[in-house]
């Protein structure tokens, strides 16, 4: 009888043992194999934002994709793990690629743009894909890490289904680009033009010396020129040369006058050419200077008549003219 219950006590303590040590077997399992976890390091997340519509894509269309990736800070994007910028796959071509790097506190955020064209033909509506794309990161302490990119499904619409006898029932006639109508816009360049020409002539008639337009070989235009030449001449201004002058002057008074005049004919001058009113008192001035000059024996400053001469008969010029 002793030796069953001592059997069954032996039997009994071998249990427990197996239990406990079984027990300390998978605890320390489960320590090394949350220590190996800790020890590893964090993994790169992804963010994909395709485009907001899945159909009615047609063909030249341009199609954009987002795909932002938060990584670890010794997660570093290799120089060769991008999508190759012309690469083509089933009728779509990779036309755009762009990355921005913005480096955080802990990670680095790397957000890159891929812009896809459709150049695919279709006779009909049917499915098409973004491709599926890799971007590689290296890290120092554990192997290079792959990152898929997803493909993302679309609708393709062809522009015109059928073939060609559809495509030319469906062809439009040409329509002529509408003409613009610019009848007001001549009738205004017209007019400034005419403007800018009366202006110039204008301002040739009230300024000019000349006598080859109309109306401008007058009298007193000629007697103007002839005293300029006189003044700007070489030669030393004497009493002849002031006699010269007053006789090219006389010479247009009588010449508007028709017959000689004097003194006290100016009234009747003025009362004949009434566009030589506001100058009558420098008219009657001109014609006593004129006899003193003629008939008095003393000397004058010649140079200075003359000069004086040149600015009257310029201004009967401009009466003369009517812009007086």
């Known amino acids: ?15 427990r043992l197996l239990i406990v040590s079984s027990l300390l077997f998978t605890v320390n399992h489960a320590l090394a194999a949350r220590a190996d976890t800790s020890s590893k ?16 894509v047609h ?4 199609l954009s994709r987002t795909v932002i990736v938060d990584a670890p800070t010794a997660y570093q994007l290799a120089d060769s793990g991008l999508p190759k910028k012309g690469s ?15 480096a955080q506190a802990d990670h680095t955020q790397y957000t890159l743009q891929l812009r896809y064209q459709v150049f695919a033909v279709s006779t009909t509506p049917s ?9 590689n990161f290296s890290h120092p302490a554990v192997s290079a890490t792959t990152i898929d990119i997803p493909a993302w499904g679309f609708w393709f619409s062809p522009l015109v289904t059928g073939g060609t006898s559809t495509a030319k029932k469906n062809l439009l006639p040409e329509v002529s680009t509408p003409l613009i109508d610019s009848r007001a816009d001549r009738q205004r360049l017209g007019l400034f033009l005419t ?3 009366s202006s110039l002539l204008a301002l040739l008639y009230m300024n000019a010396d000349g006598h080859w337009l109309p109306f401008m070989g007058g009298a007193f235009a ?15 201004k004497t009493a002849a040369e002031e006699k010269k002058a007053l006789v090219y002057l006389h010479q247009a008074f009588n010449q508007h006058y028709g017959a000689n005049i004097f003194a006290r004919d100016v009234d009747e001058f003025v009362r004949l050419r009434p566009s030589f009113k506001n100058l009558q008192p420098e008219i009657t001035q001109f014609f006593a200077a004129s006899n003193q000059s003629l008939y008095d024996v003393r000397a004058r400053d010649s140079q200075q008549v003359i000069t004086q001469l040149v600015q ?3 201004q009967l010029r401009d009466c003369e003219r009517g812009v007086a």
Not at 127 to 135: N, Q, R
């Open 1 to 15: 009888m002793q030796t069953q219950i001592s059997h069954r006590t032996t039997t009994r303590a071998l249990q």
């Open 41 to 56: 390091p964090a993994s790169p997340t992804l963010r994909v934002t395709n485009p907001a519509s899945s159909y009615g």
């Open 59 to 62: 063909i030249g269309d341009v």
């Open 88 to 102: 083509k796959h089933d009728g779509i071509e990779l036309v755009e690629v762009a990355l921005q790097t913005k």
């Open 127 to 135: 499915v098409m894909h973004l491709p599926a794309e890799k971007l």
């Open 195 to 197: 403007l800018a020409i």
């Open 222 to 236: 000629r007697a103007h020129r002839q005293l300029k030449r006189l003044e700007k001449s070489s030669r030393p």
């Open 312 to 314: 009257f008969s310029k």
